[in-house]
């Protein structure tokens, strides 16, 4: 028996567009955000990226619950 086939692409209209906007937004800001963070000192900037992962972890739980 051959499994179904999967589709090679999804039409537009089939793509929640404000979902994937929203994605990319958070996704981009959160690479800025770790960029921002990376050019403090050592000492500050261990803190601040243990606080910004721990809230964005916190913000996607949020987002898919």
């Known amino acids: 028996m051959v499994p ?3 589709p090679t692409s999804v039409r537009l ?3 929640p567009i404000r979902a994937e906007l929203v ?3 958070l996704s981009l800001g959160f ?3 770790c960029l921002l963070i990376g ?3 050592r000492r ?3 803190r601040l990226a ?3 992962v721990s809230w964005s972890e ?3 739980e949020r987002r898919y619950t």
């Open 4 to 6: 179904p086939r999967e």
């Open 39 to 41: 050019l403090f000192p």
């Open 13 to 15: 209209r089939e793509t």
């Open 44 to 46: 500050i900037r261990d």
């Open 23 to 25: 994605n990319a937004v």
């Open 58 to 60: 916190s913000v996607d």
């Open 50 to 52: 243990n606080a910004f």
């Open 31 to 33: 690479y800025v955000v």
